[in-house]
């Protein structure tokens, strides 16, 4: 029995340790440079909003997606994640506290009381 790998069950730094394990045992990491990453990032993105590039906001409702488009987006965000997670390794960025500080700081830029009437 395979064992279950979700978002319940895998931890962000279970996440970076699968991506650092696979770079290092290919010897990726000189190519896997932030700038190269950053750049990586940003080119996985694209090809996920080339998915929804001629569609008006309506046409493209996730209920109406084929098997087909449902997996190939998938992937697409597990380029970008995977990206991202080599980057924050490079840099020694620790992505949860990253996100909980960014809240943080988005919690005093964004009070609920100004957006909520």
């Not at 440079?33 to 996920?48: D, F, G, V, Y």
């Not at 190939?72 to 490079?90: P, T």
Request: aromatic content about 8%; overall charge negative.
């Amino acid at each position: 029995m395979s064992e279950v790998r979700n978002d319940r069950t895998v931890t962000v730094a279970a996440l970076k340790e699968r991506v650092k394990e696979f770079t290092d045992a290919r010897n990726w990491g000189g190519g896997h440079r932030p700038k190269n990453l950053a750049m990586s990032i940003t080119i996985e993105a694209a090809e996920l909003m080339e998915h929804f590039q001629w569609l008006d906001n309506d046409d493209y409702q996730v209920d109406r997606l084929t098997p087909e488009q449902r997996e190939a987006i998938r992937l697409e965000v597990a380029d970008i994640a995977i990206y991202l997670l080599s980057f924050c390794n490079q840099v020694g960025i620790d992505l949860a506290q990253a996100v909980h500080d960014k809240y943080d700081i988005n919690e005093k830029r964004f009070p609920v009381e100004s957006y909520r009437k």
